[in-house]
């Protein structure tokens, strides 16, 4: 059973739309994290939070932006999304101590 | 940040066959993570390895951290084709505020053919 949740799973939208990528965690990790996943390529960080009302850019520049209103809701906006926006969207969380990510099981997005 | 890189990069075996795959860095790995992506999926953990020459075993799965911890590898004796799927290693390097940031190397897609 998945601890980390992601709605939607596919999403087709039109250029110009807003969008929010919904991620939610039942385990109460104050670490969480959005990854950006082109196919066949690498994962890249784009954003983290460490706790309620933090959030951080990652490497990867991204013209996405992200909330932590609460420690189990992490939602991901774009505001106006372009074709250069497709790609796999992954949201994870992780313990203190630092032993491993819970991926959630990702949005793969596609902007026509 | 350093460059991780996995080999091979594709492989397909037949059922039953016993494979291995490498990720090998040119700096030291404070800790090395591997994952399983399977299709339309996130990845998910596997193993973490910390000290220099540590051995895992998870089933079939034996995963090894090179003494100098540059270097790990995961081997799969007598593969099933639920073995299919990406799997990645990741490096955690240390952020702000505690949280920590995987780096992915570039991944195996192994396929195992019933």
């Known amino acids: 059973e998945a601890d980390i949740y992601q709605t939607p799973r596919y999403l087709v939208i039109g250029t110009g739309k807003k969008i929010t990528l919904e991620c939610s965690q039942t385990?109460?990790?104050?670490?969480m994290y959005w990854y950006q996943q082109d196919p066949g390529m690498e994962l890249h960080l784009i954003h983290y939070?460490?706790?309620?009302?933090?959030?951080e850019k990652g490497d990867l520049s991204s013209e996405s932006t992200v909330s932590r209103i609460r420690t189990e809701h992490f939602p991901l906006t774009l505001e106006s999304a372009r074709p250069s926006h497709t790609s796999q969207y992954l949201c994870?969380?992780?313990?203190?101590?630092?032993?491993?990510?819970?991926f959630g099981s990702g949005t793969r997005l596609t902007v026509v | 940040t350093q460059l991780l890189e996995q080999s091979p990069q594709f492989l397909s075996i037949q059922e039953g066959e016993n494979l291995t795959v490498y990720c090998n860095s040119s700096?030291?790995?404070?800790?090395l993570q591997w994952y399983r992506q399977e299709p339309g999926e996130g990845p998910v953990l596997l193993v973490t390895v910390v000290t220099g020459g540590e051995v895992k075993k998870l089933k079939r799965l034996t995963f090894q951290f090179g003494d100098a911890r540059k270097d790990s590898s995961l081997h799969i004796t007598a593969a099933q084709p639920g073995d299919t799927g990406l799997y990645l290693c990741a490096d955690p390097d240390p952020l702000p505020f505690g949280n920590e940031k995987l780096t992915f190397g570039t991944g195996t897609r192994l396929t195992i053919i019933p």
């Open positions: 700096s030291v790995f404070s800790s």
């Open positions: 939070s460490y706790g309620v009302n933090s959030t």
């Open positions: 994870a969380s992780s313990p203190p101590g630092g032993s491993g990510y819970t």
């Open positions: 385990m109460g990790h104050d670490k």
